[in-house]
């Protein structure tokens, strides 16, 4: 996505944060709970994916770097984050965008999704490995079961945009219900980018997915992706979390184990306008429900983006030491 250029500059962010009437934070944030590596078998497609007639925008250029999980923990250690969720992109291999389809891309999905598990195998107290698939692909509700005694999947990663996933589709809807079940029969915390492809996504798309779809998640924690938007704070993304807003604050006790992810939703150049209405919705949704991530390697350095960055909201000292602190709880 363009909308990923705006976060490149995190070594700027750093710089703004650090500036006067900017103290650094004194505590880290523990756990990033969106990340990405790419698994070798998804590496090999990334030339031919990005310049797929089927793409819909450019390739951001971190997308294509060469980055290993030891890059990962690296900077994880040089920020002092203790734990990430580190996202499975096998999704990529089955998603439409990639035209022509790959021959082999259920071989591939898995591979990846392998990758990502054996990397949280090597590092079981600072990774936590998300397979992921596309809802819409033949092999996804066997994908999901492979994995269910597997000790170190403890998540499933959906990507509605790359997955072309419609949610006012009812077959689309019925198939990603399906995914949910599958998910909780195997005790798999969701991370859901529910951002569609639809110019007009928002309010709409949130109700068929709190009424249709989350019901499907049962007792598992499910997390929504950049807070509902794919990066950034435009009209969509804030009609989407209106439309949270609206629905947990009429009913309260729902949906106890939904969260939000913070993921590139903000940063340096955001308006004081936009942070100051951002605090405002997270306050009305419950502070509680909101969890630090930066979608790296698109963050940059994770010291530059989750450190500094927490500043850049106007929360209290309390809120913003409780966030830093915040971990979901898994199987």
């Given at each position: 996505?363009?909308?990923?250029?705006?976060?490149?500059?995190?070594?700027?962010?750093?710089?703004?944060v650090?500036?006067?009437?900017?103290?650094?934070?004194?505590?880290?944030?523990?756990?990033?709970?969106?990340?990405?590596?790419?698994?070798?078998?998804?590496?090999?497609i990334?030339?031919?994916?990005?310049?797929?007639?089927?793409?819909?925008?450019?390739?951001?250029?971190?997308?294509?770097?060469?980055?290993?999980?030891?890059?990962?923990?690296?900077?994880?250690?040089?920020?002092?984050?203790?734990?990430?969720?580190?996202?499975?992109?096998?999704?990529?291999?089955?998603?439409?965008?990639m035209?022509?389809?790959?021959?082999?891309?259920?071989?591939?999905?898995?591979?990846?999704n392998?990758?990502?598990?054996?990397?949280?195998?090597?590092?079981?107290?600072?990774?936590?490995?998300?397979?992921?698939?596309?809802?819409?692909?033949?092999?996804?509700?066997?994908?999901?079961?492979?994995?269910?005694?597997?000790?170190?999947?403890?998540g499933?990663?959906?990507?509605?945009?790359?997955?072309?996933?419609?949610?006012r589709?009812?077959?689309?809807?019925?198939?990603?219900?399906?995914?949910?079940?599958?998910?909780?029969?195997?005790?798999?915390?969701?991370?859901?980018h529910?951002?569609?492809?639809?110019?007009?996504?928002?309010?709409?798309?949130?109700?068929?997915?709190?009424?249709?779809?989350?019901?499907?998640?049962?007792?598992?924690?499910?997390?929504?992706?950049?807070?509902?938007?794919?990066?950034?704070?435009?009209?969509?993304?804030?009609?989407?979390?209106?439309?949270?807003?609206?629905?947990?604050?009429?009913?309260?006790?729902?949906?106890?184990?939904?969260?939000?992810?913070?993921?590139q939703?903000?940063?340096?150049?955001?308006?004081?306008?936009?942070?100051?209405?951002?605090?405002?919705?997270?306050?009305?949704?419950?502070v509680?429900?909101?969890?630090?991530?930066?979608?790296?390697?698109?963050?940059?350095?994770?010291?530059?983006?989750?450190?500094?960055?927490?500043?850049?909201?106007?929360?209290?000292?309390?809120?913003?030491?409780?966030?830093?602190?915040?971990?979901?709880?898994?199987?």
């Open positions: 996505m363009t909308i990923r250029r705006l976060f490149a500059a995190s070594a700027a962010l750093a710089a703004f650090a500036g006067p009437g900017h103290a650094q934070p004194r505590t880290p944030v523990h756990t990033d709970h969106h990340v990405h590596v790419h698994a070798p078998a998804i590496r090999e990334l030339p031919a994916y990005c310049t797929s007639p089927g793409r819909i925008s450019p390739c951001d250029p971190a997308f294509l770097q060469p980055l290993t999980a030891d890059d990962l923990l690296a900077d994880m250690d040089e920020a002092g984050v203790q734990t990430a969720w580190m996202m499975s992109t096998a999704y990529l291999a089955e998603s439409p965008m035209t022509p389809a790959l021959a082999d891309a259920a071989a591939r999905v898995h591979a990846a392998a990758f990502t598990v054996a990397a949280a195998a090597a590092h079981p107290d600072r990774l936590v490995a998300f397979i992921s698939v596309n809802p819409l692909a033949p092999d996804a509700l066997a994908e999901i079961a492979s994995w269910k005694s597997q000790p170190f999947a403890k499933l990663k959906l990507h509605l945009t790359n997955s072309g996933v419609d949610l589709n009812a077959d689309h809807v019925r198939r990603l219900a399906a995914v949910f079940d599958a998910a909780s029969e195997a005790r798999l915390t969701i991370m859901i529910m951002r569609t492809r639809l110019e007009d996504y928002g309010a709409r798309d949130v109700r068929i997915f709190i009424e249709q779809i989350l019901p499907h998640a049962r007792d598992v924690s499910v997390v929504i992706a950049h807070a509902g938007g794919w990066g950034g704070l435009d009209a969509n993304t804030w009609d989407a979390m209106e439309a949270f807003r609206n629905v947990l604050t009429e009913h309260p006790g729902t949906a106890p184990n939904l969260f939000f992810d913070l993921a939703v903000f940063n340096a150049d955001t308006s004081q306008g936009d942070r100051t209405r951002l605090v405002e919705v997270m306050r009305s949704i419950g509680e429900r909101f969890v630090p991530g930066s979608d790296w390697p698109f963050s940059g350095p994770l010291d530059g983006y989750l450190n500094a960055a927490m500043v850049l909201l106007p929360l209290s000292s309390e809120e913003t030491e409780s966030l830093r602190r915040r971990r979901i709880g898994m199987k």
